[in-house]
């Protein structure tokens, strides 16, 4: 399971308009979305997070602080985000 920040930066590197993408496109974001509620369903911490950034991409309200913490070596616990 990624580290909050490492899901922060999952949800920096979505594409929160898959939905209008056609081809690989679409079925790639499909799956990270799958994948980031998910993780939502695991971590109360994680939900929080993903409401706040999603309000922030559709509502324009101002991007969620980067958790506590941030800045560290990534995938210090084996878990890799996501490649763009």
Same mark, same amino acid.
């Given at each position: ?6 899901f922060?930066?999952? *949800? ?5 308009t %898959?939905?209008?993408?056609?081809g690989?496109?679409h079925?790639? =974001? &499909?799956?990270q979305?799958?994948?980031?509620i998910? *993780? ?5 911490? %994680?939900? =929080?997070?993903?409401?706040a950034?999603?309000?922030?991409? %559709?509502?324009?309200?101002? &991007?969620?602080a *980067?958790?506590?913490?941030a800045?560290?070596?990534e =995938?210090?616990?084996? %878990?890799t985000?996501w490649q763009?």
């Open positions: 399971m990624p580290t909050l920040q490492e922060y930066a999952m *949800l920096e590197k979505h594409d929160w %898959f939905e209008y993408a056609n690989e496109a079925y790639r =974001g &499909k799956a979305r799958q994948e980031l998910a *993780l939502t369903k695991r971590d109360a911490e %994680f939900l =929080g997070l993903y409401n950034y999603r309000e922030h991409i %559709f509502n324009h309200t101002p &991007k969620p *980067l958790p506590a913490g800045g560290q070596k =995938g210090g616990n084996g %878990f985000p763009v």
